[in-house]
């Protein structure tokens, strides 16, 4: 019914919505603001975001056009740990979150002409205590620069350090399609 535009430059969610096998484009429009009140809740944030970037599609698409934007965050006691600013912030970040539990959140939005839905998916995620070397190894091989809370579970961090996972795999990635495609198949088909 719809041509799915999927908002977003991030290689892992063009790949998991391609896992869906529903045809769709990639269009990013530059310069889209992602910040957000401060007062907002920690588990709110990534759900605002994405509203908010879906919204400033809303008024440039066609009737026939839906876009999916998101956003993602990683969550240790009410820290919101976005991207890291550098080698030092990533080593920070994994540092904190070694040897513990921590939740991602990803916001979705689904826009179209006429009409808005917007939901948040969480995940929890435990981590073993990770040493020194293996935080400076992960960080220096693989630049986790581009990502929430500085490590995407899908490469080797996720491989020798997650022990433990409750909820969508696929969210910690960066888009909980399980949820998509119930959300679409029931509201926009």
Known sequence: MYKIVLASNSPRRRELLGGLGIPFEVKVLPNIS?????????????EYIA???????????????LVITADTVVICDDEVLGKPTDAADARRMLHLLSGRTHHVVTGVCLTTAFRQRSFSVRTEVTFKQLSDEEIS?????????????????????????????????????GLPVQRIYEELKQNFS
């Open 34 to 46: 992602e910040s957000y009140p401060d007062t907002l809740p920690a588990d709110e944030i990534a």
């Open 51 to 65: 509203r908010e970037k879906g919204d400033v599609y809303k008024s440039r698409i066609d009737e026939d056009i």
């Open 137 to 173: 190894y992960y960080v220096e091989n693989y630049k986790p620069f581009d990502k929430a809370g500085a490590y995407g579970i899908q490469e080797w961090i996720g491989y020798i350090g997650v022990t433990g996972i409750n909820g969508s795999y696929f969210n910690v990635m």
